[in-house]
């Protein structure tokens, strides 16, 4: 894959940066006294047409997946390369998986949980679902469907649809990576899977789960040895969080460990992950060429969608302002 390929996409991407959302306009949210006032504020942005219809149907979240949907369907146009973009898409089409496998061993309708943002068509995957064949899908979709299934027909156990999925999904977006075949992307999804095993440890030793547990759950697809993950299970958080800290993500461990008991955070680490990714993303502004500024677009919309929601899910329920900002993720668009 040549770096010049996306030249032009680039060009397009620095326009469509422009249009998100900068800090002050977060701010002036953040300060509204309350709901209605919030949207306001979104009457000068590129939300601007959907202000009145939030107002009376408060449905913020039916108008984000529409403004995701509608990102990823253009760049998935745009892109040379749209495993590119996939690699943020994928999550959503493991989500519609994990929805449409239970529908399949439950025999109910789960529909309403299915949300139409990915490369494949949701009549793709419940085909697929359905016979166990596809001639459009990745061979990765089909290994995954076919794992949930033989697993289910031995232990009957709907629960494990999400465990084995969310290991799947890791597999599936290393091999993406692989394909793209590129450095930068490839250091970038092994730390996000990195940042996300450490995420699910800290939460396993917090709940008391088995060393089982965890060599099912996490992914074998990044850089810390598997086995080195499942050994720190036994550990308290505190101990966990002293020996991660000697390792490669000694800046992200410390900015996880709680100030008053030492331990290891795993509501910090999933904020201390989604800074360190902006940071690296917003280092792709200076980047003419190559595949980064497509994926820190996405990444910074993403994060723009999140920190809305955020905002007007605590000023429908009038939640302190502190308590939301702390919640909230860098803004790519400052």
Do not use: C, W
Request: glycine share 4%; charged share 30%; net charge negative.
């Amino acid at each position: 894959m040549k770096q010049t390929a996306f030249a032009g996409t680039n060009a397009r991407i620095r326009v469509f940066e422009s249009n998100l959302l900068k800090d002050d306009q977060f701010e002036r949210m953040l300060q509204s006294p309350n709901f209605d006032e919030a949207l306001t504020v979104l009457k000068d942005t590129p939300y601007r047409n959907d202000v009145e219809q939030l107002r009376e149907t408060k449905d913020y979240d039916a108008l984000l997946v529409k403004e995701l949907q509608r990102m990823y369907a253009e760049l998935f146009s745009i892109s040379p390369e749209p495993a590119l973009v996939e690699l943020f898409s994928l999550r959503y089409s493991y989500h519609n998986l994990k929805v449409l496998l239970k529908e399949k061993v439950t025999g109910n309708d789960f529909s309403e949980m299915l949300i139409p943002i990915g490369k494949e068509p949701l009549s793709t995957l419940r085909q697929a679902v359905e016979t166990g064949k596809s001639e459009d899908l990745d061979q990765e979709y089909l290994i995954s469907i076919q794992e949930v299934l033989t697993d289910h027909e031995e232990y009957k156990n709907p629960q494990s649809i999400d465990i084995i999925l969310d290991r799947r999904y890791f597999t599936h977006l290393k091999q993406l990576a692989k394909k793209i075949n590129d450095p930068q992307v490839m250091d970038l999804i092994t730390l996000y899977i990195d940042l996300n095993n450490l995420s699910t440890l800290a939460r396993a030793i917090k709940q008391k789960r088995t060393s089982n547990f965890l060599t099912t759950i996490l992914s074998s697809s990044g850089s810390i040895p598997k086995e080195e993950l499942v050994s720190l299970g036994s550990e308290s958080l505190e101990d966990a969080g002293r020996k991660l800290a000697e390792g490669k993500y000694r800046a992200i461990i410390m900015a996880s460990i709680r100030s008053d008991n030492q331990e290891l955070s795993p509501i910090k680490i999933d904020l201390a992950t989604d800074d360190a990714f902006m940071e690296k993303m917003k280092a792709a502004k200076l980047e003419v060429f190559g595949p980064m500024p497509l994926l820190a677009y996405i990444y910074a919309k993403e994060n723009e969608v999140k920190n809305l929601r955020l905002i007007l899910v605590g000023k429908e329920n009038n939640l302190p302002i502190e308590e939301v900002r702390e919640r909230m993720r860098i803004n790519y668009g400052s």
